[in-house]
């Protein structure tokens, strides 16, 4: 069971095991997560779930700061998970991260809605 720091952060990934440029899927605390290391350095956090039709965006692209989703090629901002391209037309909730001592760390305390498919 992932370990939930006080302020909501939890363990998702080695800082390694994910490449700048690259997004993979994190099981996190029961969720999962489309994790994005961007060439910058920065980290991104999305669900999992395109919104268009159930898409797994953590199998998808990684392009400047959007996930492209493997079905359709729909774009998701990695920062804020708003829409960036169509055919979905939904956001998805995005993640806070943060690095620390080697560990990429999400933050699930924030709100996240449910997501809207179609
Ligand atoms: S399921 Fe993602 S674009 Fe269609």
Redesign the pocket.
Known sequence: MARIEQDGFVVAADESAIKPGEVAVVEVAGRSLALGHLIDGTWGAIDNV??????T?GE?ELDDRCVE??????RFDIFTGEVRAM??VFPVNAYPVRVRDGKVEVDLSVPAKELEIG
């Not at 395109?50 to 898409?55: F, R, S, V």
């Open positions: 395109c919104t268009h039709d159930g898409g965006l998808g989703c493997p079905r359709h090629g729909a055919p979905a």
